[in-house]
C-alpha cells in the first residue's frame, strides 16, 4: 500500500472488478483507451485476472482510493509491462468526477515512484492518444521527456519516459 497527501493506492485484486466496470464501460472515461469506445463486461471479467497477475513481477496496478474516505474507489493507477515487449509504461484513470483536481499526478507520481525505487523497472514509458492533450501534459508533469520507442502499433500516440524519480 501506498499513501499519499490525499490518497491510498492497494494493489488491485479481485474484488476490483467493481471499479474497472465503472472506469471501462463509461465513454468519457474510455475515449482515449484503445478502441476508443467502452468495453464489454465479459472483457472487463477477463481482464481484472491480468492486472492482479501482474503482481508476481513485483509491480502493477494499484487501486485508488480517497484517503478521507478509503471505502470510494476513484480510479487505477500502476507500471506494467508492455505485452510481448521488455518494456513498462505507467497507465492510469479516474472516474470523470474526480479528473480535474490533481488526483491522477499525485497517484502517478506515487506509482512511478515505487516502481523506480524497487529496481524491478529501469525506464518507465508514457503512452497517450495525440489528441489527450492532459495525458500527455500528466506525464510531461512527471518528468517524462519523448522517446523514439514505439511500444505500440499505432501512429496515433505520442510516447515518452523517464528513469528518473521526482
Known amino acids: 500500500m501506498i499513501e499519499t497527501e490525499r490518497l ?3 494493489p488491485v485484486t479481485p474484488e476490483d472488478l467493481d471499479i474497472y466496470k465503472k472506469l471501462l464501460t ?3 472515461t474510455t475515449r482515449y483507451l484503445p478502441g476508443g469506445k467502452p468495453f464489454s463486461l465479459e472483457y472487463i471479467q477477463n481482464y481484472v485476472p491480468s492486472k492482479v497477475a ?3 513481477k513485483g509491480y502493477g496496478t494499484f487501486i485508488v ?3 478521507s474516505k478509503p471505502s470510494q474507489k476513484i480510479g487505477y ?3 506494467e509491462l508492455v505485452p510481448d515487449s521488455n ?3 505507467i497507465r492510469y484513470a479516474l472516474l470523470p468526477q474526480y479528473q480535474g483536481k490533481g488526483y491522477a499526478f499525485e497517484a502517478s507520481k506515487a506509482v512511478l515512484n515505487f516502481t523506480l525505487e524497487s529496481s524491478l523497472v529501469s525506464e518507465v514509458y508514457g ?3 495525440i489528441e489527450n492533450l492532459a495525458s500527455e501534459k500528466l506525464l510531461r508533469k512527471l518528468g517524462m521527456q519523448e522517446s523514439a520507442e514505439r511500444l505500440y502499433d499505432s501512429d496515433d500516440l505520442v510516447t515518452l519516459s523517464t528513469q528518473t524519480r521526482i
Open 8 to 10: 491510498i493506492l492497494s
Open 26 to 28: 463509461c465513454a468519457e
Open 54 to 56: 501482474h503482481w508476481s
Open 65 to 67: 482510493a480517497l484517503k
Open 77 to 79: 493507477a500502476g507500471v
Open 87 to 89: 518494456f513498462s509504461d
Open 127 to 129: 503512452v497517450a492518444v
